[in-house]
């Protein structure tokens, strides 16, 4: 009965705090953008210098001209009915703008994420289990050196190696003769090799360091060292005993990730001139379009918040001990 009332606290606490962040992330993005040096409507009216007659009418119009509690309250009123407003720069709504980036950010950034986990995991496993080994010592090195390197330096790299082999920009041909499914399939997959790739590299070397720690933590603890001594089969210790139980650090940096699907890669989608969430809010932050910048980071900051609930609901899942 207190393990289920521990608990029942321990997940409101949880909820609570979920809630309390994006409440506090909600009225930074709204004031943060504003408080900046330099004029929206400046950009707006993409005439550096425009009469004073057209940046009032601009101001007016968006209703920038108003104090900023007014603003603010507007705000929340069409928050409240999952309005995010309209783009200063294509006039569209917000909500259109972010599906149709986050459509083309889902199959780029979710291939590198998911090979980074699964090749992270993989190599970070092997090199626990045979530690001290030319493999450990080996993989070790690559996933620190990759680690060391910006992801913007891997990107460039990368690019200037490829460029003359495969497609260096945007998602799609657009002079490609072939209409038919398969022929778009094609076109879009070469597009996302560069960026796949520099996703996949800068990710799998976090992972690889992660798993490994977290591995040989788990191979020095007692329980393995009796299993060994009853002689239960490596394999069968690493996959039944370690693995498991060391999951939970791969838990986190999994649910990290996840959340990454949703935020993009600014740099890689800047990079490869990829029209994804990522380099939305990167012109979006040039234009100071500030609706696109208030919808798009609450986006972010929604599913990071909802992916960390996530991983500590599952934390507390497989280890009561989170309680404590």
Not at 55 to 84: C, S
Not at 261 to 272: A, C, D, K, N, T
Not at 286 to 294: A, E, G, I, K, V
Request: hydrophobic fraction near 55%; proline fraction near 4%.
């Amino acid at each position: 009965m207190g393990g289920a009332l521990f608990g029942a606290a321990y997940l409101v606490k949880r909820i609570g705090f979920a809630v309390v962040t994006v409440a506090v992330a909600t009225v930074l993005n709204f004031l943060l953008f504003r408080v900046l040096p330099g004029s929206a409507v400046t950009r707006i009216s993409r005439v550096p210098n425009a009469s004073a007659e057209l940046k009032h009418a601009l101001e007016v119009e968006f209703g920038l001209d108003q104090p900023l509690t007014i603003q603010f309250w507007r705000y929340l009123v069409q928050l409240a009915h999952g309005n995010l407003g309209v783009s200063y720069s294509n006039r569209l709504p917000v909500t259109d703008n972010l599906i149709e980036a986050f459509a083309n950010t889902l199959p780029m950034v979710a291939t590198g994420t998911v090979l980074a986990i699964l090749i992270g995991s993989a190599l970070g496993v092997v090199a626990a289990a045979r530690r001290g080994g030319w493999f450990d010592h080996l993989s070790t090195n690559i996933a620190v050196l990759l680690y060391a390197f910006p992801t913007q330096f891997l990107g460039v790299m990368i690019l200037i190696a490829f460029a003359g082999v495969l497609p260096s920009a945007g998602m799609a041909d657009p002079f490609r003769m072939d209409d038919s499914l398969w022929g778009t399939v094609t076109d879009v997959g070469l597009h996302m090799i560069m960026p796949v790739a520099t996703l996949t590299l800068t990710l799998f070397a976090e992972n690889t360091l992660i798993v490994r720690s977290a591995m040989l933590e788990t191979l020095g603890e007692d329980y393995i060292l009796t299993a060994r001594a009853k002689g239960v089969p490596r394999r069968r210790i690493i996959v039944s005993h370690a693995l498991r139980n060391a999951m939970l650090p791969v838990i986190t940096m999994t649910a990290l990730s996840l959340s990454s699907i949703v935020s993009g890669s600014i740099l890689v989608e800047v990079i490869f001139s990829w029209p994804g969430i990522g380099r939305m809010l990167y012109e979006a932050v040039l234009q100071r379009d500030y609706p696109m910048l208030q919808g798009g980071f609450l986006a972010i900051t929604i599913a990071v918040t909802a992916c960390n609930l996530i991983a500590d609901l599952t934390y507390f899942r497989l280890d009561p001990r989170v309680t404590a």
